[in-house]
């Protein structure tokens, strides 16, 4: 379990900062202690290597690779990552096929755990798997589109402890109860009701967007 965790997000399609770049994708960062796990690497590799090294995150320090799901606005910039660091370990899920290019690659079929603190969903639906962070104050879950439906996504991360948090792209989610009990909120990427769960949840919702650090 961690103490805390920090992502920063990378690339969305929106941007926080003017030297950041906007572009349809998702990757976001994920540090606990020491750990740095690339979530996602969005679709653009010299588009996500450039606001990287705007964020001063070096591609040489990410220890590991997570991939949600196999789209292309979430696996384009995996090459690029490769190309700075071969050795990174990649977790893929097995409906994943695009990916087999890591010398060390990890294929998930079921939940697992990465490490202590850090596991994954499995792939839900046969299609996305999601990361849950295990801290403290309850599980952080990171998601690439919720293709299986948040719902489901956030029944499978309660195995971890309650969650607490909600970090990604949300698609035509609109069972907006659903979302109660949640202490943050960021809807990113693909998510179509951005608005609406801003007005439900304002006291929870973080805008996301290129450059948005959350500290948890």
């Known amino acids: 379990m961690s103490r805390s965790a920090s992502i920063t997000i990378i690339y969305d399609n929106t941007s926080q900062r003017e030297d950041l770049a906007a572009d349809r994708g998702f990757a976001c960062l994920v540090e606990t202690g020491a750990r740095r796990l690339l979530f996602d690497t969005g679709a653009k590799g010299e588009l996500l290597l450039a606001n990287m090294e705007a964020l001063n995150i070096d591609p040489v320090s990410i220890g590991e690779v997570f991939i949600s799901h196999d789209h292309w606005d979430h696996t384009g ?6 190309a700075a660091n071969p ?3 990649v977790w893929v899920p097995s409906g994943c096929q695009s990916v087999r ?4 690659i990890i294929v998930v079929d079921e939940p697992q755990s990465l490490s202590a603190g850090l596991h994954s969903t499995g792939p839900l639906a046969g ?6 962070i295990s801290t403290e104050a309850g599980a952080v879950v990171v998601v690439g589109c919720s293709h299986p439906g948040a719902g489901q ?8 402890g309650r969650p607490r948090a909600l970090i990604g792209g949300l698609h035509g989610f609109d069972d907006y109860p ?3 009990g949640l202490d943050l909120i960021c809807p990113t990427h693909c998510t179509q009701h951005i608005d609406e769960i801003r007005s439900r949840y304002p006291d929870e919702f973080i805008p996301g967007g290129a450059g948005t650090v959350i500290e948890l």
């Open 178 to 180: 659903r979302l109660a």
């Open 77 to 82: 910039g995996l090459s690029a990552i490769l």
């Open 153 to 160: 996504i956030l029944d499978a991360a309660s195995t971890h």
């Open 101 to 104: 290019s890591s010398e060390q």
């Open 127 to 132: 299609i996305e798997q999601s990361l849950v």
């Open 87 to 89: 050795t990174v370990r």
